[in-house]
């Protein structure tokens, strides 16, 4: 009941800004207008989901947007490499799995440190998103790398439709929600990873596994991040070592405003996908509405400081 409670104002503040941007902009509650808004958050929902993991255990991870930029760059450099003009399912295979484990190296890192150092989480993923962008701009000089017309599988994962109907991202964005839903609420890990965030000393006594939970919540966050630029390398129809930036403070904001603790130890899943929706929201309608851009930012960092004060309300 109190985490419905909690949902409560999220759902009625999409509810109102659907109708008022439907007020600002006659289009916007069109079918098709609410499927291209789903596809444009999957992105951002999906990068959100790892992170609210991270910021349950009371850490962050700043280096989720030069990770999509580095695994798409490896992964359709993979491809190319190994496909050349033609498709092949196992060389497509490969090219994930590579650009995967890529992301697999930099979030057992960022566990391990985060774990057996006293370095704070901020500025070992702050070191490492500089890492990881500077990787992503060693492929093909930084200049964009295109997807052949070829590659029509890889292409799918970010522009096919199911059914020619619902984007494969929503698809994608909604299958790995259950799956880390599941994982929260339904799980022993769930249980140790809100019991690391909210009182790290009692959970060492208590004999949770803390480094193996903490490498493994940042695993998730970079694999999560993984999938998130294989998408949006997808949709941009080629590798943009360039992409990604900003990606980390807008999945950070999609977090906070769902609900979760900055502090760590309080938050959902579910709060977090409401979260992404408001900021996707606010996004599309402000675009659509002719929003001079940098209005849009002054919007949104108003809403993630209305968002943190409110939680910080909440915790006194």
């Known amino acids: 009941m109190k985490v419905v409670k909690q949902m409560v104002p999220l759902l009625a503040a999409i509810i109102i800004l659907l109708l008022l941007f439907r007020i600002w902009v006659p289009s916007f509650l069109t079918p098709e207008n609410m499927l291209n808004l789903t596809q444009q958050i999957s992105v951002n929902t999906i990068l959100a989901l790892g992170m609210t993991l991270v910021i349950l255990v009371g850490g962050i991870d700043l280096s989720v947007g030069a990770m999509v930029a580095l695994v798409g760059t490896t992964t359709v450099y993979c491809l190319t490499a190994?496909?050349?003009?033609?498709?092949?399912?196992?060389?497509?295979?490969?090219?994930?799995l590579a650009g995967l484990g890529v992301a697999?190296?930099?979030?057992?890192?960022?566990?391990?440190?985060?774990?057996?150092?006293?370095?704070?989480p901020f500025i070992i993923t702050l070191a490492s998103m500089l890492i990881a962008r500077g990787c992503a701009l060693r492929f093909n000089s930084g200049l964009p790398m295109p997807i052949k017309d070829e590659q029509t599988w890889f292409l799918a994962i970010g522009n096919g439709r199911l059914f020619d109907v619902v984007p494969y991202p929503v698809v994608i964005m909604l299958s790995l929600f259950l799956l880390m839903a599941l994982l929260l609420h339904r799980t022993r890990f769930g249980q140790h990873v809100y019991a690391l965030g909210g009182n790290r000393e009692a959970a060492l006594y208590t004999g949770i596994p803390i480094v193996r939970v903490e490498i493994t919540v940042y695993l998730l966050c970079s694999l999560m991040a993984g999938v998130a630029g294989m998408i949006h390398t997808s949709q941009l129809y080629s590798a943009e070592p360039g992409s990604g930036e900003m990606f980390e403070l807008t999945a950070i904001a999609a977090v906070v405003v769902g609900g979760t603790s900055f502090t760590g130890g309080r938050g959902t899943m579910f709060g977090t996908?409401?979260?992404a929706v408001i900021i996707g929201i606010l996004d599309k309608g402000l675009n659509q509405a002719g929003v001079h851009y940098s209005l849009q930012y002054i919007v949104k960092?108003?809403?993630?400081?209305?968002?943190?004060?409110?939680?910080?309300?909440?915790n006194r």
């Open 82 to 96: 190994l496909s050349g003009d033609t498709q092949d399912p196992f060389m497509l295979l490969t090219a994930i």
């Open 104 to 120: 697999s190296l930099f979030g057992i890192f960022h566990g391990i440190a985060a774990a057996k150092t006293a370095m704070p």
């Open 273 to 275: 996908m409401l979260g």
């Open 301 to 314: 960092g108003a809403v993630i400081l209305v968002a943190v004060y409110l939680d910080v309300r909440r």
